[in-house]
Nanobody, 127 residues
Framework: QVQLVESGGGLVQAGGSLRLSCAAS????????????MAWFRQAPGVERELVAA????????YYVYFAEGRFTISRDNAENTVYLQLSGLKPDDTAVYYC????????????????WGQGTQVTVSS
């Protein structure tokens, strides 16, 4: 099994920044962490969960959805079994629960392709 635990969410004013972290354990830890592509999704009330960004196991490849491009940065530290999402230039529309997800192998774009999920961390952006 793979366990994912997110942290770093909170309340921030529009234009502010947050750094989300996702720590992996279980089968995705240690030297196996790099075998897993990781992604961040988000879900606002009444809206389907949507992809924000994804990163390959080595960290050399990343993918951003249009609203994240230029404002958010996904990265990972394989030595620490952790993936990050730096949020900058936050807008009220970015308010959502942010989820970390993992899948063995290459990056995936669809929610159903990710097998492992964290419990989520709330990000609230005030205007």
């Amino acid at each position: 099994q793979v366990q994912l635990v997110e942290s770093g969410g909170g309340l921030v004013q529009a234009g502010g920044s947050l750094r989300l972290s996702c720590a992996a354990s279980g089968r995705a830890s240690g030297r196996f962490f790099s075998n897993y592509a990781m992604a961040w999704f988000r879900q606002a009330p009444g809206v389907e969960r949507e992809l924000v960004a994804a990163i390959s196991g080595s960290g050399s490849n990343t993918y951003y959805v249009y609203f994240a491009e230029g404002r958010f940065t996904i990265s990972r530290d394989n030595a620490e079994n952790t993936v990050y999402l730096q949020l900058s230039g936050l807008k009220p529309d970015d308010t959502a629960v942010y989820y970390c997800a993992a899948v063995s192998g290459g990056m995936k774009a669809q929610r159903f392709e990710y097998k492992y999920w964290g419990q989520g961390t709330q990000v609230t952006v005030s205007s």
